[in-house]
């Protein structure tokens, strides 16, 4: 699953209501090189957005923005990106655009670029005195460095970060993307990061406890899902207890501490902590014990149809898969469930890895004023009830969502949204994700010592973050 096709798919999907970001580069294990090679992008006009029908509009027509003016112009922002916030062939409008729209009079401007291209195109935009004014900071890979090498201008002249507009899990993670005391990403809502998703008739068949009721009890940490994973796989018929990329780093994060943090401005490796070691010791007892999906064996692809076909228990991946139209590689409607990430039962809170739907305001935007009132709009389509209705209303029809995942959705949102957890590498540089990530993932994959992989990586860790923190003193 590529890093383009995961986050088109979630955007588009939560457009409308709040729109969550993309999990982090950091947490899908195919970020890609920044290209140097610059490229032009070409401006577009916006696609004519889908009207939202006559009884969802009348309810986003009661929100109260707050605006005392009546529709006052804030004119056009300007948005580079590889997806757009205007909806596109027969896709909702967001209840934050027709926000934006009928509110401020305002109007997104679409400048299509790729994802590979689409800092190289930001840097030729900006150096050449052209900048756009809103740039998606979804994939965690903009903060710090892109902040530190002069891409993107705080929010903060702008937005006000001590207000009630945001939900608690926004505020926390706005509140780590700061450099100099300022607010150089604006989190406007946080969603599931990653979600164990499974056939509750495979489950039943094979006399396993629903990993739903097992949360609700209180119950669903490392231990059950170990135990359960335990007593489905039988490598010998084929049978694994859970495939997919995002396992690992959501994994880690569950404990609370990532791998990279960002404290007051200053970058922290936690490589060498008594949580990774005590996580990395747990996957690899799993690993020994045949537990996970060998990708070798399978190409290195990722098998969500063994799903359906009760050969794998778990496919841990980012909610975004769910908001796809064909959920069939799970199976029937009506047997595809999911629950959050297990708590890590030494943990004094239930962490959870979260995705986030964040945005970065780029250096010498001509309408900041614009690109504030635009995030006011995706923090009130969060907040309010309206925008939640709307969007549990989609996923009813167009994804065919149970009441049941439904009330999880809820749930996984109420409890991430408490003690969300971000991981900083795929935004530090390149040369530091590559150090970090792969090494990583590839001890699990090969059942290694994490000791060795430790003593391989922290050092460089340690070197590369050093001379990142030298260049945030002497610049902020």
Not at 154 to 160: I, K, N, T
Not at 303 to 313: A, M
Request: net charge negative.
């Amino acid at each position: 699953m590529t890093n383009i096709k995961k986050t088109a798919a979630m955007l588009a999907a939560l457009s409308i209501c709040m729109s969550t970001a993309a999990c982090s580069s950091g947490n899908s294990g195919d970020t890609p090189s920044v290209n140097t090679e610059a490229t032009t992008s070409v401006t577009t006009e916006a696609t004519e957005p889908k009207v939202l029908d006559e009884e969802d509009a009348q309810k986003v027509e009661e929100i109260d923005m707050g605006v005392e003016e009546e529709n006052p112009e804030v004119g056009t922002v300007k948005w580079l990106s590889f997806w757009d916030l205007n909806p596109a062939n027969g896709k909702p409008k967001s209840v934050e655009l027709e926000l934006f729209e009928t509110k401020y009079g305002g109007k997104i401007e679409y400048i299509p670029t790729t994802y590979e291209t689409r800092y190289s195109d930001l840097s030729t935009n900006v150096l050449g005195g052209t900048s756009p004014d809103l740039f998606p900071a979804a994939d965690l890979d903009t903060f710090p460095g892109k902040a530190v090498n002069g891409m993107f201008d705080p929010f903060d002249d702008y937005l006000d970060f001590s207000t009630d507009e945001w939900t608690v899990g926004a505020k926390k993670l706005s509140d780590m993307h700061m450099l100099g005391g300022k607010h150089y990403v604006s989190v406007v809502s946080t969603d599931a990061g990653c979600v164990c998703i499974y056939n509750k008739k495979v489950v039943e068949e094979n006399g396993l406890t629903d990993p739903a009721e097992l949360l609700e009890e209180g119950k669903w940490d490392w231990n059950a899902f170990k135990d359960m994973c335990t007593e489905f796989s039988d490598p010998d018929n084929g049978k694994y207890g859970f495939d997919g990329w995002w396992f690992e780093i959501n994994f880690i994060l569950t404990t609370g501490v990532p791998v990279v943090t960002v404290e007051d401005g200053i970058i922290k490796s936690n490589i060498n902590s008594e949580e990774m070691e005590r996580c990395e010791n747990f996957m690899l007892d799993m690993a020994r014990n045949n537990i996970p999906l060998p990708h070798a064996q399978f190409d290195w692809k990722e098998q969500p149809s063994r799903v359906s076909e009760g050969l794998t228990l778990f496919y841990p991946v980012g909610i975004w898969q769910l908001y796809e139209t064909d959920l069939s590689a799970f199976g029937e409607d009506g047997d595809i469930m999911f629950v959050p990430m297990p708590k890590d039962p030494e943990a004094d809170k239930y962490y959870l890895p979260s995705g986030v739907d964040a945005y970065a305001l780029c250096k010498g935007a001509p309408n900041p004023e614009g690109a504030a009132a635009f995030m006011r709009c995706k923090l009130a389509a969060v907040k309010d009830p309206t925008g939640q209705e709307i969007a549990e209303k989609q996923y009813r029809e167009d994804y065919g969502w149970t009441d049941e995942m439904v009330d999880m959705w809820y749930k996984t949102k109420e409890l991430t949204n408490e003690n969300p957890v971000i991981d900083f590498y795929a935004g530090c540089s390149q040369d530091i994700y590559q150090v970090i990530h792969d090494p990583i993932k590839s001890a699990s994959y090969n059942a290694a010592e994490w000791s060795t992989t430790r003593e391989t990586i922290s050092g460089v860790a340690d070197e590369l973050i050093g001379e990142l923190n030298e260049q945030i003193k002497a610049n902020f």
